[in-house]
């Protein structure tokens, strides 16, 4: 059987400025795909040529076997069977909520189509409203009804652009686990995109992670945040920071947390100049332990506080301690670097890293 | 809690107390105003209504067997071939424009407004006199075909009035629905299109089905302009109720058929008007411009493209190029002959009575918006809106339903004033230009009222709440934050009841004094008589100050979606 969806050296640009380059993926019949990536990256663009709105600039679409895109060739998005839930849920304001979920069955008969809106209606728990206006809805209820409507006509592939940015952070939780509820009770193929990586954690089987132009990786999100393929995506996902230091052997490394001892994330020669990752979990908190580092800064998360803590010689790493723990910023405390999973990159990779995002308010630190 | 006592025993004192002194309580000087505003207006209102269900027995009959079949006829016909025409016209041009790409587009999708500079009665002379017998379009085609014989419908028709009246009140349509096409979100054409739509089938099914609420309120203006016609119908002499109520009153003297034609004519106008403001509220809930990506028009080819330049080109030549040159060609005609110091004091009469008609009508304004931001409650918006209800009585019901009263009222005084002091009038009010004012006064309140009342909303009670804090309030905050944050509402609505007023005529027609003769009385008397050359020199005077709101609405859509 074919995959549902095949992406092959895609690229995308408007005149001579590409958007996107050299973009391949696959998704399976069943699986959620998540374009991560931040604002402005290309996702959308990405998710339009899909849908075929927009023409590709070279590479291949595919869709069960079938091509759909090509250089100079595209079917038109009304043939390619591909369900789209659009960011403003674009749900049409004259027609009511089981006429818009209707929609799409035009060539379905009559005596079929009302189970099937009905039954969708119920799917997405909105039974009581099919006589309504979507200007009767509330936002969370307008896009379920914007999910129904995609759904509605079965197709091959569901596209949503950044399906939760409106809505506010409670409902979105929520309504993240519903959608993939529903999608995966469907049996439908889905590919969304946001910036949001907790989003995408929630969503998605596969997480491609967008920076300057390409896919960095294409993996689970427990792939790309325990080993992310470059120091860009491990900047992206999640919280942490980089040290610099030396191999001493095929599972030793030494830098300024002392002689760090597990499995390397990528095997790297004796002597070669590295940089590790050091995620907030791995630093412990020991007030007995003889490392100490001195508090910088601190953000107080309720169960956890997170303190930038700069160490001996410079460097500053992350650390989650329960909240019970309160210190002073200047404050000097004792830690214990726990690593097992070593991750690291050789150090000119990581030093082409030179955004610090903060649109999650994640941090991240970056010693070059 | 002390406070919440008191407080609680203040609400016992007002739920028992004198209501008189809820009445002077509720009665605030903005209040005042607001009321006397709408006091005004509901005087006439009443007067018309009051008649419809008094009927006289005699005049009655008379009416039902011999006017109103054919008034109700000719108003059908009139109101049905408006609306297809305006539909057509305003629809058709509203899309190319809004959603297409042709050659001259960008000129077009303003130049297509210009027709609103013409008032009704201006377009209607001229064609007229263009179609005459012995107008330039007859005889130019007698000079090329002289054998031809074939002979012109009359343009003094139903469909001459149709058409004119089409071509003056399509913009009203062309505006909506151009503003409703061009701000659909591209969204609604790709979700319609990820659902199995061609770009056509989209169209048709989406697109336009979208634009419904627009288009359907850009119609109903057209349907009340068309029932409150008074000066192209006239002209054309094709009898509805505005020409009835004329005629039963200045030529027959019978002011009781007038008023109780005018009655009739206000339901049906009461009716177009809930229409509307249902649809106005249908277009807030369908508001689909939110989304601010730009809109891909369509590319039409060649061949079409030049197809929509000359469709576009040959409206704009019938509803505006043609009519105005025929127009400069009379005046230059003319000149010599109509141009002197009579003409000067037409025009100084008509800039005095329109200057002080917009003051006074934005005195009013200011009231009822101020008493709409001080009292947020629903009696003080049911008093505003009342008050701004006057655009719905079509000028001669106006006039019908303000002169009943001012007799009245005149009759009462005089006999008040003989028995008092022993002085002898035969009339106060009547036939002062005071009765002209208070009318321009109810009919033009909603064109000033709107200005002023969106300027005002910009000022949120915030903003008085930062003056406060700083210390600025009373006198100075109405100077330093009020005045500047009005001034542009404030003159869009001085110029747009001036123009109005300028270019009013059955108003000024049936309640001027002796001697108060306006461009537009000049126009309709010169018209009645054939005289075209000569009603082309005040008509020209009218267009180019006509051409002031138009320039306004392009300027105001133009930068609604640069936003």
Redesign the interface.
Known sequence: MHPTLEVENLSKGYGNHLVIEDVTFTLQQGEIGCLLGPSGCGKTTLLRTI???EDVHSGEIWMEGHQVASQGFSV????R????L???Y??????TVFQNVA??L??TKNSEKKPRVTDLLSTVGLNGAADK?P?ELSGGQQQRVALA??LA?KPRILLLDEPFSNLDVALRERLSMEVRHIIQEQLTTALMVTHNQQEAFAMADKIGVISGRRIQQWDSAHTIYHRPANGSVAAFVGEGALLPGIVLDSRRVECELGILEGSFSSPCPKGCEVDILIRPEDIIHEDESRMKAMIVHKTFRGPNILYTLRLSKGSTVLALVPSHHRHQIGQKIGIRPEVEDIVLFKREEACEIDMIDTIEGHQFQLHC | MPQTKALQRQRVRSLGGFSMRKLTQFLDGWRLGASGVAFLVAVPLLVIFSSFFRPTQGIWDHLIENVLPGLFANTAWLVLGVSLGTLFLGVALGWLTGSCDFPGRKMFSWAMLLPLAMPTYVLAFIYLGLFDFVGPVQTGFRALFPQSGFRFPDIRSTGGVILVMTLALYPYVYLLSRSAFMTQGKSSMEAARSLGLSPTGAFFKVCLPMARPWIAGGLMLVIMDTLADFGAVSIFNFDTFTTAIYKSWFGFFSLTAAAQLSSILVFIVLVVILLEQRLRTRMRYTDAGKSGLRIDRFQLSRGLGWAAFAFSLVVLLAGFIVPCTQLVLWTIEIFDLEFGSRYFSLVGRTFFLASTAALVTCFGAIILTYTKRRHPDPCTSGLTRLATLGYALPGPVLAVGIFIPVAKLDNLLIGLLQSAFGYEASSLLQGTIVIMFTAYLIRFMTTGFNPVDSAMQRITPSIDEASNLMGVKGFALLRSVHMPMLKNGLLTALTLVFVEVMKEMPITLMTRPFGWDTLAVKIFELSSEGEWERSALPAVALVLVGLVPVIFLTHHSEKQHRK
């Open positions: 849908a075929g709105f038109p998005p009304e043939k069977r591909v369900g789209m659009f960011q403003d674009a749900l049409f304001p004259h027609l929609f799409g035009r060539s206006y200007h409507r995609a006509p």
